[in-house]
């Protein structure tokens, strides 16, 4: 049994691109081969095509966490009452050994509607106080807070400005948040203001006024991930923009990428009993048999950096460059082959 809780990533958007490969690499650090993720259908549960929203991002993480041999099981937890509800135990069956989770785009207040209170919401939780790693994109990301922006009623349906009750994932430790993703998103162009996650600055202050006044409020910018270590009591910025935080009081505090800060940045942290609020049976039922020995080396740091940067003058479409570390790859052992994917790195 783990002793410690695992991180959360908190994506504001991008979770299939290059920007977010180094918080899969984060969170799922010192982790053996083969790991076993499960992907929620959930969020976009409600959607015909839910299923191969979750297959897009198995197929990225095959390639990403491809030195870890991930076993990804994709779970149709998609709606209550149905064959495949999140309180039916064979459709969260893969949660009960999974070291690595995620849940991503769709609607908030859909994911909130269907987990709260569900079998496959007390089975999340109970791994990640057993030590996996939770990874939110976009609508799950709101989902995890107190209270969850209901995007789709009012950007899309034009329902009056209001909150919804969240998930509440931090309350065991202390910390009431509110999260919001697309922080920066400028999809609006110069006539519509889409900031705020397609709120506006001018709406989003109205909204702001209408929360309870203990609450902290997290904007995580497209792109960009806030990767919470609530065992270390420690935050940290990643991917390519940034994160702004609104305290209780009111003072709004910027961290841009790369920057760390401690969680008693985001309110009064504490660590609970990691069994804290749990059915017993599911919290007994969610500990992981002792790991094997790790069966194969995994891909050194530098040489995922240097992927990472052969990817970007691909990107750049500096050929020359791109070459160039793909000889600095082989002098270290390694060589790299592309595919529709991402890149696939080898041991020569």
Not at 80 to 88: A, F
Request: proline share 8%; net charge negative.
């Amino acid at each position: 049994m783990l002793a410690a809780p695992g991180a959360v990533a908190l994506l504001g958007s991008g979770e299939t691109t290059p920007s977010a490969g180094v918080i899969y690499d984060l969170v799922t650090r010192g982790e053996t081969a083969p790991l076993p993720v499960a992907i929620l259908e959930t969020p976009a549960g409600f959607q015909p095509n839910s299923d191969r929203v979750a297959s897009k991002v198995a197929d990225y993480l095959r390639v990403r966490l491809q030195n870890l041999r991930p076993e990804i099981a994709l779970l149709p937890a998609r709606a209550r009452g149905s064959e495949q509800s999140p309180d039916n135990p064979a459709t969260t069956e893969a949660l009960r050994e999974a070291r690595l989770i995620f849940l991503g785009p769709g609607s908030p207040t859909y994911t909130v509607r269907q987990l709260q209170g569900s079998l496959a919401w007390e089975r999340m939780v109970a791994r990640q106080r057993h030590g996996a790693p939770i990874v939110t994109a976009s609508a799950a990301t709101i989902a995890m807070g107190a209270f969850a922006l209901p995007v789709y009623e009012i950007y899309k349906v034009g329902t009056e400005l209001h909150w919804q009750p969240g998930l509440d994932l931090f309350r065991p430790y202390g910390l009431s948040l509110v999260l919001v993703p697309h922080w920066d998103n400028a999809e609006g162009g110069a006539e519509l203001d889409t900031s705020r996650c397609f709120m506006g600055r001018e709406r989003f202050a109205q909204m702001l006024k209408m929360l309870p006044s203990n609450l902290t409020v997290v904007g995580i910018d497209e792109h960009t991930g806030l990767v919470i270590d609530l065992a270390a009591g420690a935050a940290q910025v990643l991917g390519r923009g940034g994160v702004t935080v609104i305290s209780s009081a009111g003072q709004e505090r910027r961290y841009e990428r790369k920057a760390q800060l401690p969680l008693t940045e985001l309110g009064p942290f504490q660590q609970p009993a990691l069994d804290a609020g749990l059915d017993p049976s599911v919290w007994a039922d969610m500990a992981t048999p002792a790991l094997a020995e790790p069966e194969a080396p995994a891909v050194p740091v530098d040489v995922l950096a240097l992927v990472d940067a052969r990817q970007g003058a691909r990107a750049a479409r500096d050929w020359a460059a791109a070459d160039s570390i793909r000889g600095q790859l082989a002098v270290l052992g390694w060589q790299v082959k592309d595919t529709p994917a991402g890149p696939v790195v080898e041991q020569v």
